[in-house]
């Protein structure tokens, strides 16, 4: 299976930029995975709702344009799974329907509702708020997560 995990805007953290390199490794043996940044549009330090929509609307065409497969958007509005269910959708439901999947996770104002109306599913990693950098890290550990469970493995306790 080819997973796609698509961020809006540059990492810049090195300690996240190394967690997710070490998921990258971890994930190499279970599924083609590519980690892709796409750049976020500039915006002035007080944006406008207006100048917001059309930034995102300009970072939706990135993400049409660069996503593979069923598109799953990470938004808080989305649904949220225990790790087991999130291993069975993962490792049973979506093989079912493609055999690729992008993950995409928006810029600090989130995603264009033209993405999140594509998506096959809208996905929410908690209430919480987090930083894009340290979401992508936790959904790459929930993907690796899932492969684990899928085979049966001691990882998941």
């Known amino acids: ?14 300690h996240l930029i190394s967690a997710q390199e070490v998921y990258t490794k971890r994930l190499t043996p279970f599924c083609k995975f590519q980690f892709t940044q796409l750049p976020a549009v500039k915006l002035p330090d007080k944006p406008s709702e207006k100048e917001i929509q059309k930034a995102l609307a300009q970072e939706a065409d ?14 808080i509005e989305g649904k949220q799974f225990s790790s087991d269910n999130f291993a069975k959708f993962f490792t ?13 996770i928006g810029s600090s104002f989130g995603l264009h509702d033209t993405i999140k109306k594509l998506a096959f599913q809208k996905l ?22 899932a492969y684990q469970i899928a085979n049966h493995t001691g990882y998941h306790k």
């Not at 049409?64 to 938004?75: E, F, R, V």
């Not at 079912?96 to 995409?104: E, I, P």
């Not at 929410?124 to 992508?136: G, I």
């Open 62 to 75: 990135f993400i049409q344009k660069s996503s593979k497969g069923i598109l799953i958007a990470l938004c």
């Open 124 to 145: 929410s990693m908690s209430s919480m708020t987090f930083p894009h950098a340290l979401a992508s890290v936790m959904l790459m550990e929930q993907i690796y997560r």
């Open 92 to 104: 049973q439901d979506l093989p079912m329907r493609s055999s690729a999947v992008t993950f995409v």
């Open 1 to 14: 299976m080819f997973v796609q995990l698509l961020t809006v805007g540059k990492q810049k953290e090195p």
